[in-house]
C-alpha cells in the first residue's frame, strides 16, 4: 500500500547550520507534496509545497527538493534558527482524492544554541 | 487570523465512558478532516466531510467511533464507549475543496484525550 516514511526520526543542528530533513514516498500517483511543521501543543503548520512536475520550490528560508525518480523528498532549513525546533511532517496527496492528504511519521528537529 | 477552534483541549475520562470532541471550522471552509496522532502510529486520518456529508471514514473504527457535522459550523467526533487505546490527541482541520496547501488545511490545536 502507499505510505510516506522518513529516514531519520530526530536531527540536531548547531543555530545558524542549514539543516535538511529527508522523506521517502512509495506511492507514484501521488502528485503533491507538503511539508508541516508542528510545535509542541499546536495542530501541524503549513511550510511549503511542491507539484509533481517540479523538482524544486523555494519559500522564505525553506526549499523543498522533488526526486520522482527515487520518490524522496526533501526540506531544507537555511540558517537553521532556535525557533525551528519542532517536529516536520512530510505529507502526500494522490490524484484519486484531491482533498487526501496522507502524514508521514514525522523527524524531531533540535537547534542547539 | 481565522483558526480552527477545538474543544476540550484536554480530556480525561474512564474507560467505557462516552466522549465527545467538537470542532468549529474556519468559517467558508466546506470540507473538515478529523486527524488522531499518536507516537506510534503519528498522523492518522480518521474521516473527512465536504458540505457536511462524509466523504471518506475508512480511518476510523466503527464500532465505537462516529464523526458528523450538525450544521457548517460544527464537527463532532463521539466515541462510545471509550478504551484506554483511543488515548491520543485528536485533530480537526478544515479546507476549501480543491485547495491543499496553504490555501487549503488549517489545522486547530487539538483534543488531549486520556482514557484510563
Known amino acids: 500500500g502507499e505510505s510516506v516514511g522518513l529516514h531519520l526520526p530526530t536531527l540536531s543542528v548547531q543555530e545558524g547550520d542549514n539543516s535538511i530533513i529527508n522523506c521517502a514516498y512509495s506511492n507514484s500517483a501521488s502528485d503533491y507534496f507538503i511539508w508541516y511543521k508542528q510545535e509542541s501543543g499546536k495542530g501541524p503548520q503549513f511550510i511549503i509545497d511542491i507539484r509533481s512536475n517540479m523538482d524544486k520550490r523555494q519559500g522564505q528560508r525553506v526549499t523543498v527538493l522533488l526526486n520522482k525518480t527515487v520518490k524522496h523528498l526533501s526540506l531544507q532549513i537555511a540558517a537553521t534558527q532556535p525557533g525551528d525546533s519542532a517536529v516536520y511532517f512530510c505529507?502526500?496527496?494522490?490524484?484519486?482524492?484531491?482533498?487526501?492528504?496522507?502524514f508521514g511519521p514525522g523527524t524531531s528537529l533540535s537547534v542547539i544554541p | 487570523d481565522a483558526r480552527v477552534t477545538q474543544t476540550p483541549r484536554h480530556k480525561v475520562t474512564e474507560m467505557g465512558q462516552e466522549v465527545t470532541m467538537r470542532c468549529q471550522p474556519i468559517?467558508?471552509?466546506?470540507?473538515v478532516f478529523w486527524y488522531r496522532q499518536t507516537m506510534m502510529q503519528g498522523l492518522e486520518l480518521l474521516a473527512y466531510?465536504?458540505?457536511?456529508?462524509?466523504?471518506?471514514d475508512s480511518g476510523m473504527p466503527k464500532d465505537r467511533f462516529s464523526a458528523e457535522m450538525p450544521d457548517a459550523t460544527l464537527a463532532t467526533l463521539k466515541i462510545q464507549p471509550s478504551e484506554p487505546r483511543d488515548s491520543a490527541v485528536y485533530f480537526c482541520?478544515?479546507?476549501?475543496?480543491?485547495?491543499?496547501?496553504?490555501?487549503?488545511?488549517?489545522f486547530g490545536s487539538g483534543t488531549r484525550l486520556t482514557v484510563v
Open positions: 468559517l467558508g471552509h466546506n470540507t
Open positions: 482541520a478544515s479546507g476549501i475543496q480543491g485547495v491543499v496547501g496553504n490555501y487549503g488545511y488549517t
Open positions: 505529507a502526500e496527496n494522490m490524484k484519486t482524492s484531491y482533498d487526501k492528504v496522507i
Open positions: 466531510f465536504r458540505n457536511r456529508a462524509p466523504l471518506d
